[in-house]
């Protein structure tokens, strides 16, 4: 067997990503007790509210002045898929819709042609609040980019979990977010997304493997991109090389991964996709395929701020007794 690994990198924020993912952050904060306005009750002293990345005290309040999280902002020409294991995210948009959801659920957006949204991370418990997330940006085709925008919830309960045991018994687990494992299927994502045709490949997993366990990924013939990301545990082993955590592999879709754990708990997240290999130009929260277009973005933002701002406030948090739920911009709502 070849080596199924191309290349071992540090991880560092944010998450370095290949064709057709574009963005990957990943944040864990050990939040503490939240206050009436469901914002941090401690003192917010020594922070540079505004853009608080420091993990001061280990956690941190982003872009948020009240409640940590990141204000209204814009998207536009490409997908968002926000996965929250801890916690709970308030969203709030520019064409109406709102949701709280976490602890396991997913939100996958599509910007489209340009949407503003919110995401705040309200503290809910008085004790303390440990917060944990990843944000994906997946890249829209061409002929997609300038779709409606709209998001779709991916209830917990409704995402396939699967167990695989090796040899001696010991346990992986993995959440299917996106793609197929075995005779599984993941929930369909939003219905432009290059996730939707199964041509594409697109696999979005969540992985736990516990002490010593052994777990493999089976090789693929299609041209995809993969990566690995070690996030959490102590060490791993790839047939002959020990990786430490902290680290990104990326793997050669044409080979099979065996994969060792070592005598800690380890966490890793997999990505994998056929590359859209399309022109990319980035401005900020823009995505188009040329410099050209970026400019058409700006001045459409700049004219109609992408539908507005409906809300009181640029960081909106919704009632406390609130459930989990999500309502739509055609009014649709859902209460989990």
Same mark, same amino acid.
């Given at each position: 067997?070849?080596?199924?690994?191309?290349?071992?990198?540090?991880?560092?924020?944010?998450?370095?990503?290949?064709?057709?993912?574009?963005?990957?952050?990943?944040?864990?904060?050990?939040?503490?007790?939240?206050?009436?306005?469901?914002?941090?009750?401690?003192?917010?002293?020594?922070?540079?509210?505004?853009?608080?990345?420091?993990?001061?005290?280990?956690?941190?309040?982003?872009?948020?002045?009240?409640?940590?999280?990141?204000?209204?902002?814009?998207?536009?020409? #490409?997908?968002?898929?926000? $996965?929250? %294991?801890?916690?709970?995210?308030?969203?709030?948009?520019?064409? +109406? /819709? !709102?949701?709280?959801?976490?602890?396991?659920?997913?939100?996958?957006?599509?910007?489209?042609?340009?949407?503003?949204?919110?995401?705040?991370?309200?503290?809910?418990?008085?004790?303390?609040?440990?917060?944990?997330?990843?944000?994906?940006?997946?890249?829209?085709?061409?002929?997609?980019?300038?779709?409606?925008?709209?998001?779709?919830?991916?209830?917990?309960?409704?995402?396939?979990?699967?167990?695989?045991?090796?040899?001696?018994?010991?346990?992986?687990?993995?959440?299917?977010?996106?793609?197929?494992?075995?005779?599984?299927?993941?929930?369909?994502?939003?219905?432009?997304?290059?996730?939707?045709?199964?041509?594409?490949?697109?696999?979005?997993?969540?992985?736990?493997?516990?002490?010593?366990?052994? #777990?493999?990924?089976?090789? $693929?013939? %299609?041209?995809?991109?993969?990566?690995?990301?070690?996030?959490? +545990? /102590? !060490?791993?082993?790839?047939?002959?090389?020990?990786?430490?955590?902290?680290?990104?592999?990326?793997?050669?879709?044409?080979?099979?991964?065996?994969?060792?754990?070592?005598?800690?708990?380890?966490?890793?997240?997999?990505?994998?996709?056929?590359?859209?290999?399309?022109?990319?130009?980035?401005?900020?929260?823009?995505?188009?395929?040329?410099?050209?277009?970026?400019?058409?973005?700006?001045?459409?933002?700049?004219?109609?701020?992408?539908?507005?701002?409906?809300?009181?406030?640029?960081?909106?948090?919704?009632?406390?007794?609130?459930?989990?739920?999500?309502?739509?911009?055609?009014?649709?709502?859902?209460?989990?």
């Amino acid at each position: 067997m070849n080596n199924p690994i191309i290349n071992i990198k540090p991880l560092k924020l944010p998450w370095a990503t290949q064709d057709p993912f574009i963005f990957c952050s990943y944040h864990y904060d050990s939040f503490p007790g939240g206050n009436e306005n469901l914002g941090p009750n401690t003192s917010l002293e020594g922070r540079n509210i505004g853009q608080d990345f420091a993990s001061k005290d280990g956690w941190n309040m982003y872009h948020g002045a009240n409640v940590p999280g990141f204000p209204a902002h814009p998207h536009s020409g #490409f997908e968002t898929v926000t $996965i929250v %294991t801890k916690g709970v995210v308030d969203h709030s948009d520019s064409l +109406g /819709g !709102k949701g709280r959801f976490g602890n396991g659920d997913v939100q996958w957006l599509t910007s489209g042609k340009g949407v503003q949204h919110s995401e705040m991370f309200p503290l809910l418990n008085e004790d303390n609040n440990p917060f944990e997330i990843f944000q994906l940006w997946l890249n829209l085709p061409k002929k997609s980019k300038k779709v409606e925008p709209y998001y779709k919830m991916l209830w917990r309960e409704d995402i396939p979990t699967i167990i695989e045991k090796d040899d001696a018994g010991r346990e992986t687990k993995i959440d299917l977010i996106a793609g197929t494992f075995k005779e599984q299927i993941a929930l369909s994502p939003t219905p432009d997304s290059w996730a939707a045709d199964p041509k594409n490949e697109v696999q979005i997993w969540t992985i736990k493997m516990e002490a010593n366990a052994e #777990f493999n990924i089976t090789s $693929i013939e %299609t041209e995809v991109t993969r990566s690995l990301y070690f996030y959490e +545990g /102590g !060490k791993i082993s790839i047939g002959e090389t020990e990786i430490d955590n902290n680290n990104i592999i990326e793997l050669n879709p044409n080979e099979k991964v065996d994969i060792k754990n070592g005598p800690e708990e380890a966490f890793l997240f997999f990505l994998q996709g056929r590359p859209m290999k399309e022109p990319l130009a980035q401005y900020g929260p823009f995505i188009t395929n040329t410099k050209a277009e970026i400019e058409e973005t700006m001045d459409e933002y700049r004219r109609t701020q992408f539908g507005g701002w409906p809300w009181s406030s640029s960081e909106p948090v919704h009632d406390k007794s609130k459930s989990r739920f999500a309502k739509f911009a055609d009014g649709t709502e859902i209460i989990n």
